[in-house]
């Protein structure tokens, strides 16, 4: 995109046991992607950023900096890591992706909408009144929604409770989590993290949306090195331009490996990226547009990414 200027395989470690860490995260990278693959992400990712300019000018509103950010991940995550069979909500033995930030729903019913799940036509009704299509996740309104997600910080603690459950009944699928940095302010995304690599859960993979900013502006409380962290406690970890496509394949087809271990991937994202005054917003958390400025926002989109 062009938004580059911003500047365990037993159950449980014995308590003896050291855990060992690395210092330096992983760079996967893909670099022999055929170009009809890359080339068709790229069209995906663009139609789910069309999709969540659709929401917010519906809304008059959204959570769209925060959207467009997440958009990449979200185009190789639905339309290459998953297939169709891992879409099938009736079956539990499949991929599964819980998203923790409930505010970047508006990305999540653009990708379902692209992907077929909900219907493009009820995209613009994106936050009002009587809408499955919440500004912040509600489990149990759209199949394909795992979690609700209004209250941060818990996602990960889930995941790793499903994960837990996935190798009990057998099953080898991986569960995905996505969480923000400002949840890593939050105690218990650490409980989880500490589950996670306690009882050694290698189909856990948990990605970090690392865009630095909270509801406010800059995140209250420092919490870098993320990658470091995560690696204190036991994780496998990773650390990429969120937003550049063949880094985030690379990331996928690194977490593909069992080897005792969860996989943290910290994602590099912008806020807005895709659309430059979006981007350049001094406060991309959630963005309000005059009437008048849709039609450039829209314009700015297309040119961007020509």
């Keep these: ?37 890359l080339a068709t992400l790229r069209a995906t990712a663009l139609n ?45 033995d499949r991929k599964r992706f819980y998203l923790s930030t409930g505010h970047n729903s508006i990305a999540l019913w ?40 209004g209250s941060l910080g818990h996602g990960l603690g889930i995941a790793a409770g499903a994960a837990l459950g996935y190798r009990l009944d057998g099953h080898r699928s991986a569960i995905h989590v996505e969480i923000s940095d400002g949840e890593l302010q939050e105690g218990s995304t650490w409980e989880g993290a ?20 909270q509801a406010d502006g800059p995140l209250v409380v420092p919490v870098e090195p993320v990658a470091g962290r995560f690696a204190a406690f036991g994780w496998d970890t990773a650390e990429i331009d969120g937003n550049d496509l063949r880094q985030l394949l690379g990331a996928f087809a690194w977490t593909h490996a069992r080897n005792g271990k969860p996989k ?29 400025e849709w039609d450039d926002l829209a314009r700015e989109l297309e040119a961007e990414n020509a």
């Design 1 to 37: 995109m062009a938004c580059k200027e911003r500047t365990r395989n037993e159950w449980q470690h014995h308590p003896s046991t050291p855990i060992t860490t690395s210092a330096t995260p992983a760079t996967p990278s893909a670099p022999d992607i055929d170009p009809e693959r």
């Design 48 to 92: 789910l950023r069309r999709h969540m300019l659709a929401q917010a000018r519906g809304k008059g509103q959204g959570y769209l900096g925060q959207g467009l950010g997440i958009a990449d991940f979200l185009a190789v995550l639905y339309f290459d890591e998953f297939q169709a069979a891992d879409l099938d909500w009736q079956r539990r």
């Design 110 to 149: 653009a990708a379902f909408a692209e992907r077929g799940l909900i219907s493009q036509a009820s995209l613009p009704s994106y936050g009002a009144d009587g809408s499955p299509l919440e500004m912040s996740t509600m489990q149990g309104r759209v199949p394909g929604v795992e979690m609700t997600g």
């Design 194 to 213: 500490s589950i996670g690599a306690a009882f050694g859960l290698d189909n856990l993979v948990c990605w970090i949306d690392c865009n630095g900013i």
């Design 264 to 292: 943290a991937v910290v994602l590099r994202t912008r806020p807005g990226c895709g659309i430059r005054r979006v981007q350049q917003r001094e406060s991309a958390h959630f963005v309000r547009v005059e009437p008048d």
